[in-house]
């Protein structure tokens, strides 16, 4: 069992471009969570998925940032016009259906915005 | 929302000691509190849990102790080795619109010297 699965684990951009992330959550869980982690900000919750449709998008800057999932086996993180202050490690995690139910993490995509 | 505050920011320990983490949360409603722990490198990984209607949980070395009344959770590891060096993290589940989302602290940095 690979677990959550993130991909590219590194990505540089040039400022103004586009980038999109992968992660593909694991087989049987229905909730699928964005997150940012930065060193002054700490890990910043940005978006998440039950059952595939969109509940809470309250942390994603609304302009540039947009994050689907098309099948239960995997959601992207799309960042439009990318900016140096968009430079962190992107988390995904998913869980099963639940109030009590702990998050399994990828190992992250860390974005270089030059 | 829900914020969730962490001490201490970082802790240097001996082999050995025992240390305490803090964590305060603001939301009432919150009803699940997993404790995540991320080694340099490596995922983040689910470590220890308690529901709001639990007021202690021990696992092996660590203790978990959380009093609702004060929204408060203080994590305790006993015998310390240099493998728990690591960032800890807190977190509240729920919370009043009884969402899937999780808001983490700001995570202590602990490192143990051999």
């Known amino acids: 069992n690979a677990g959550v699965i993130q991909t590219p684990r590194h990505k540089v951009t040039g400022k103004g471009q586009e980038a999109t992330l992968w992660c593909e959550p694991i087989s049987g869980h229905s909730a699928v969570f964005w997150y940012r982690q930065t060193i002054v900000q700490g890990l910043e919750f940005l978006t998440y998925?039950?059952?595939?449709?969109?509940?809470?998008d309250s942390g994603m800057p609304k302009e540039r940032f947009s994050a689907q999932m098309p099948n239960q086996s995997h959601s992207t993180l799309k960042i439009q016009s990318t900016q140096p202050q968009d430079s962190a490690v992107y988390l995904c995690?998913?869980?099963?259906?639940?109030?009590?139910?702990?998050?399994?993490f990828g190992p992250g995509t860390r974005l270089t915005v030059l | 929302g829900e914020q969730v505050e962490q001490l201490p920011s970082s802790l240097i320990v001996q082999e050995g000691a025992s240390v305490l983490i803090n964590c305060s949360y603001t939301?009432?409603?919150?009803?699940?509190f997993p404790w995540y722990k991320q080694e340099p490198g490596k995922r983040l990984q689910f470590i220890i849990d308690?529901?709001?209607?639990?007021e202690r949980k021990q696992n092996q070395r660590l203790t978990l102790l959380f009093d609702k009344k004060t929204k408060h959770l203080s994590l305790h590891i006993t015998a310390t080795q240099p493998g728990d060096s690591a960032i800890y993290f807190c977190?509240?589940?729920?919370?009043?619109?009884?969402?899937?989302?999780?808001?983490f602290g700001t995570g202590t940095r602990l490192q143990v010297s051999p």
């Open positions: 939301d009432s409603a919150s009803v699940y």
């Open positions: 995690a998913s869980s099963i259906l639940g109030p009590y139910a702990e998050q399994f």
């Open positions: 977190s509240a589940r729920g919370g009043s619109s009884n969402t899937d989302k999780v808001v």
């Open positions: 998925f039950r059952n595939q449709a969109p509940i809470d």
């Open positions: 308690i529901r709001s209607n639990m």
